[in-house]
């Protein structure tokens, strides 16, 4: 009798392999323990290990064969890909792959970062770089490679939220003796969303409780299996202060790089990204570019966002004057007409008229969307989804234990194998931050939330940018909503509304409401029928109805902002100065 089939994926929890073959996870753990290999029920083994234990029961593995169009299915294709789709193939060539550094602060971006810079940027140069334009090459064996000067995820993303995507490679730095932590995490997940390959640098390795091995085996449970695990992913030992492993490093870079076939035509339309830009007070604008398609010259017009200008100069990053520039080169230029984004895609067109007209087309634009901007709900997703705007719902979850976490995850992991496709971006515990709100911009995604608030920032930040934040208290809720917008029934849901903040100035008490909390109304204003959420720094330390408001010895209805009033809360009385109120409502949408 021949043995059962079945398809494994590169690299898999042991939960989940326990689960598709029908056996305990105990019972895997156990085989795995006869062949060597040390392993808990949410670790990931790679596809060999897997098939030597699901051989055992009867099982023959073959490697899961992704189709093309899963792969595109909830990501985005690289904009240095659809910048280039209108090429003639023979035209193209490889440029240099530009990359940028992320990883968990103190984990060594910027000492690494400094390292590649003084050991391989223009060696023996008096003094280094003379001028710092956000970006810079190094030459490894003849090739060069550019380099992103801002390191961290919140850059990085906030660029794929404005539309464009500078680098080709993410370099992720983690500390051998610290390990994966949060930001990490959160790195890895906005590179893995934009599609970009990434490579691990293991940062101080020279120390003496640095640890590979455990590091390894955290970025195995987070599916960047390492290449000597029998991965996909290069893990290259470095020490940023010693500067040991940068050649090794950047010899990673070139290979992943070819792996990705990274071209341009440098005759073709010249098209970029504006990596930063300033207003000097002598020199006018100044703008830092990233070429990454054609040849950008002196004299060349440029429109960059809602800017344009004739080029007065073209600097490389040493400060050289230079008349032209290839893909894949970062230079500072100057005479724009006022100072772009960063993150703006730049184009040479051929008139300062056709310049012009571009501008007030995209003025009209902006000022059209800004009216029409609306959260984008589960129920707009589902509906794109079933006019094939959209192949997915992608979420980010927070919650605010990992034992909340873990079966969250996977409820809604099951809800993902119908017909329409859900991805989970990120996954993590804690409140709602600015980070996961420039994510879901970027990625167009849903945040959802268990037993945790979203900061006040975060709430900002996702009003402007029309990210749906949902919160809630039971688990089967959250999933019973999700389940089903993707069948398309989902009813109409509350959705909080902020209406007014203020600022407790001082407290004192009344004889009939106890303790009152002094107030300034700092934005919008305050309505005696409204919900009120106090502030302590991050912490949310009341949430409730209010119990009254008063103005002077008068009950009132509403405060405006600039006005002071009293405040008391029903059943709470821990009031201290310096707290901030947020008065909001609870509408249908």
Not at 148 to 176: K, S
Not at 373 to 391: P, Y
Request: glycine residues 8%.
């Amino acid at each position: 009798m021949s043995n059962k089939k079945i398809d494994l994926p590169a690299s898999i929890v042991i939960r989940d392999l326990a689960q598709m073959i029908e056996k305990s996870p105990i019972e895997i753990i156990k085989k795995l323990m006869t062949n060597g290999v040390m392993a808990t029920i949410n670790q990931s083994v790679d596809f060999d290990t897997a098939a030597i234990v699901v051989a055992e029961y009867g099982f023959d593995a073959t490697p899961e064969v992704i189709e093309e169009e899963v792969k595109k299915e909830m990501g985005e294709v690289p904009l240095w890909r659809q910048m280039i789709a209108g090429e003639d193939e023979k035209h193209l060539k490889p440029r240099p792959p530009v990359v940028t550094i992320l990883g968990h602060v103190d984990h060594g971006k910027t000492s690494l970062l400094d390292a590649i810079r003084t050991t391989e940027v223009a060696a023996g140069e008096a003094g280094g770089i003379t001028q710092h334009i956000g970006a810079y090459q190094v030459e490894q064996k003849g090739r060069l490679i550019t380099f992103l000067d801002t390191p961290g995820h919140a850059a990085f993303t906030q660029m794929r939220a404005r539309g464009a995507q500078g680098a080709d490679v993410v370099i992720l730095v983690v500390a051998a003796d610290d390990g994966v932590m949060p930001q990490t995490r959160e790195a890895i997940a906005h590179a893995k969303a934009a599609r970009v390959p990434i490579l691990v640098a293991l940062n101080k390795v020279d120390k003496a409780n640095a640890n590979p091995d455990r590091v390894k085996q955290q970025l195995a449970e987070l599916e960047l299996v390492p290449d000597d695990w029998g991965g996909n992913t290069m893990v290259i030992p470095v020490s940023a202060k010693l500067n040991q492993g940068i050649d090794d490093l950047l010899e990673g870079v070139l290979l992943v790089a070819d792996n990705a076939e990274i071209r341009a035509n440098p005759a073709g339309v010249v098209i970029g990204t504006v990596i930063e830009a300033e207003l000097d007070k002598s020199k006018g604008v100044l703008a830092t570019f990233l070429v990454q398609n054609g040849t950008l010259e002196s004299g060349d017009i440029v429109v960059a966002g809602t800017s344009y200008g004739k080029l007065k100069a073209i600097n490389d990053f040493k400060g050289k004057p230079i008349k032209k520039a290839g893909p894949s080169t970062p230079v500072a230029v100057m005479g724009l007409s006022d100072v772009p984004s960063a993150g703006d895609l730049f184009r040479v067109v051929a008139t300062e008229k056709e310049a012009r007209a571009i501008i007030s087309e995209r003025l009209e634009a902006i000022k059209g969307q800004a009216q029409a901007k609306k959260k984008m709900s589960l129920e707009d997703l589902f509906a794109n989804v079933q006019i094939g705007e959209t192949k997915g719902l992608n979420l980010i979850i927070k919650a605010d234990v990992q034992g909340s976490l873990d079966p969250i995850v996977t409820e809604l992991n099951k809800l993902g194998e119908g017909e329409i496709g859900l991805k989970i971006l990120h996954a993590e515990t804690g409140n709602i931050g600015n980070n996961d709100v420039m994510l879901a911009s970027a990625s167009k995604a849903i945040i959802v939330g268990f037993n945790v608030q979203a900061d006040v920032d975060a709430r900002r930040t996702a009003d402007k940018e029309g990210v749906d934040i949902r919160l809630y208290e039971i688990i089967y809720r959250m999933t019973e909503d999700i389940e089903k917008a993707l069948k398309g029934m989902l009813a109409p849901v509350t959705v909080e509304k902020i209406i007014g903040r203020a600022q407790v100035l001082q407290v004192f008490t009344a004889s009939k409401f106890g303790r009152v909390a002094g107030c300034r109304v700092t934005e919008g204003e305050l309505r005696r029928n409204a919900k009120a959420r106090l502030y302590r720094g991050a912490d949310i330390v009341f949430e409730g109805d209010m119990g009254s408001l008063r103005h002077e010895k008068d009950d009132v209805k509403e405060i405006k902002q600039g006005f002071e009033c009293g405040v008391g809360f029903k059943n709470f009385s821990d009031i201290q100065p310096s707290d901030i109120l947020v008065c909001y409502t609870v509408e249908n949408s």
